[in-house]
């Protein structure tokens, strides 16, 4: 398999350049991998895998066509210090959807793979739960340290050291410009909805309160800036068996909702 030599990493500095696919074949895609810190302590960020693998699925769909659904499963631990090939099967192009499958290899070893259906506009009523929390306006919050370079975050729910609690709220964005078009968005708010476990304000014995990524679901809806703030809501549903489900909302500084998110993780207690 082509490019799985190491990479440099000194040009991937902002979220459009971990975003910018090398086309090898057709069909198959090569990224680059952010710098995250060494590769010893650092697995590959799941949030980077499924964005790349969403838009590796989008450059086989026609342009009128965008982003509505992705299911992904993380499957072996990623490695910074390699790219990552990204393999899309075109299982179906219909009069309304089309549907791709997408593998992501390391060393000929599959660590993700990802479902994604994309759906062209059309007219119709509309529905929506209106039971979100409001949060203050991000220019109200002191920025927070953040341990990805690409991302801006603003802490709604705070970190607490004392008690190991982490943020189930967030502002978040891309933290230089992207490119204004929809299936880039979509990858950036795919990027920024790893952010989190959902169970960072929960204190039960016995219950880690973060840990990998087992599988990843988003609903796109609304179109939202990825570049501007973005509010994401976690809440958690169901813990147990050392594994935790939780929802989130993605939503514009308008209160847009942009995505719906559901996220299993691995919640051992070390």
């Not at 810190?37 to 838009?55: D, I, S």
């Not at 975050?153 to 078009?181: C, M, S, V, Y």
Request: a negative charge; aromatic letters at 8%.
């Amino acid at each position: 398999m082509p490019g799985q030599g190491l990479i440099d990493l000194s040009d991937v500095g902002d979220l459009t350049s971990v975003l910018d696919l090398e086309v090898l074949d057709r069909d198959l895609f090569r990224g680059r991998n952010a710098d995250h810190g060494p590769a010893e302590r650092h697995a590959l960020f799941g949030g980077q895998v499924a964005a790349q693998a969403l838009r590796a699925a989008g450059h086989t769909v026609e342009g009128d066509r965008h982003p509505h659904s992705l299911h992904g499963y993380f499957l072996r631990r990623g490695r910074t210090e390699i790219p990552v090939i990204y393999r899309v099967e075109r299982d179906r192009d219909g009069g309304s959807f089309s549907a791709r499958h997408v593998r992501a290899i390391q060393r000929g070893e599959v660590i993700f793979s990802m479902l994604a259906s994309f759906h062209g506009d059309e007219p119709s009523g509309h529905f929506e739960r209106d039971d979100e929390r409001t949060p203050p306006p991000p220019e109200e919050i002191e920025p927070a340290a953040s341990w990805d370079a690409l991302v801006e975050t603003r802490e709604i729910t705070t970190t607490d050291e004392a008690t190991g609690r982490h943020p189930d709220f967030l502002w978040l964005r891309a933290a230089t410009p992207l490119p204004d078009d929809r299936l880039t968005q979509a990858c950036g708010l795919t990027y920024l909805s790893d952010f989190g476990s959902g169970f960072g304000q929960i204190s039960i014995d016995g219950l880690a309160q973060g840990g990998p990524s087992i599988d990843h679901t988003m609903w796109f809806h609304q179109p939202i800036a990825a570049d501007d703030w973005v509010a994401f809501e976690m809440q958690p549903a169901k813990a147990g068996g050392s594994r935790g489900l939780y929802n989130g909302s993605m939503r514009d500084r308008h209160g847009r909702l942009g995505a719906l998110v559901s996220q299993e993780i691995l919640l051992r207690d070390r």
